[in-house]
């Protein structure tokens, strides 16, 4: 990796050569490991703006061209071409499946769907009206009480088993949340579906009817889940990443991951997106939202344009649009509001100088949210449906970082800002 570049950092006269290591694509990055050891100083970069937490060979974005490629295949090409599960295979082992690879891997995903009936009982410990999110992360945090032959993070099998697991059972647990707050009887996973049909089927059908799912809609779903998959070092997977550096078992590590997914500045900016179109209503309304954005003593900001890595267009948001074009036509609703104030926010949004120069472009989530409304999910559970995908992500950089031998625990350090040691008072001395 090391090329013989050096940077020469010098303090109060006295100098270190720290190496600098070159990627295969991306910046330069200055190796600071031995820092403290030789020179008994920190670096601060709170939010990781400018620090490489780890070496991956996963996924590469070029957040100033709009590039994203998955073990170096572009995402537009995986999204036209590929499928989720093939996908799955290519960020889990790195490669292309062979048609029997494939056949193989989609036969032992499909062969974990179902649950351990136990968790049922589980599930009904929540309230109704409990959010799918908070319903996930207790039931993934939990179901590490219910396969103990895969949580020993040691044995390379086990840790296949565990991915496998995981990428089979989150569309059935996220399924059973959205089925438990709406009150309905749990669907359970049928294995001739695909991956995404299935998920499909958990979620809509009923026990009383039957329910076909419409291919398009199957497509839809399909996409949604691909152009989610992986995201580098975004930060469910750093707390995926930190949690595991402990050995933590890899269900509780995934909770920890979905409980990061949640926040709105992350995975819950699809459900804040749509409810700021929603809020906006109509086109006429759009100048009055752009100014609040633009507004610094205002704490709103327009949701789904920006993004901590892409300063250019997000690749998966020009999938998503097309994608939403084509789950509206089918529906009939070439009339979509909602859609029409997306489309016209966009316009106005890229052309005012204040998000040009900030490089604030639409992200996945500003059309992600439009074709989960039209397929008839609410709101609440479009973070569940993007921490399906994303689960796959999580567990092929978790792999990928339990198999490095130089593994250590995260701890990152601090610049102490509080009081210097001083002496206890005594309480009536106060
Ligand atoms: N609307 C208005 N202004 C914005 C927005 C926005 N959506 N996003 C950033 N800005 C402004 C900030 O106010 C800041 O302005 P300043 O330099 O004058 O202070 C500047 O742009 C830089 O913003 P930061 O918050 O420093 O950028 P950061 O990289 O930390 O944040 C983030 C990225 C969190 C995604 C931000 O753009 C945001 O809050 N966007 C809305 C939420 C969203 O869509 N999140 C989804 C991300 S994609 C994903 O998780 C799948």
Redesign the pocket.
Known sequence: MAEGKTATLTIDGKTWELPILSPTSGPDVIDIRKLYAEAGVFTYDP?F?STAACDSTITFIDGEKGVLTHRGYPIGELAAQSHFLEVCYLLLYGALPSPRELEDFETIITRHTMLNEQIHYFFRGFRRDSHPMATMVGVVGAISAFYHDSTDVNDPEQREIAAHRLIAKMPTIAAMAYKYALGQPFVYPKNDLSYAANFLHMCFAVPAEPYHVNPVMARAMDRIFML?AD?EQ??STSTVRLASSSGSNPFACIAAGIACLWG????G??Q??LEMLREIGTVDRIPEYIAR??D?SDP?????????VYKNF?PRATVMKESADEVLDLLGEHDNETLKVAKELERIALQDD??IE?K?FP????YSGIILEAMGFPTSMFTPI?AVARTVGWISQWKEQLADPQLKIGRPRQLYLGEDVRDYVPIDKR
């Open positions: 939010g703006t989610h995201h975004n930060a709105p500045a992350h995975g900016a699809n804040a997106c954005a633009k610094k709103f900001r327009l949701m789904g344009f920006g993004h901590r997000d204040y998000f900030k604030l992200n996945v989530d500003f993007f």
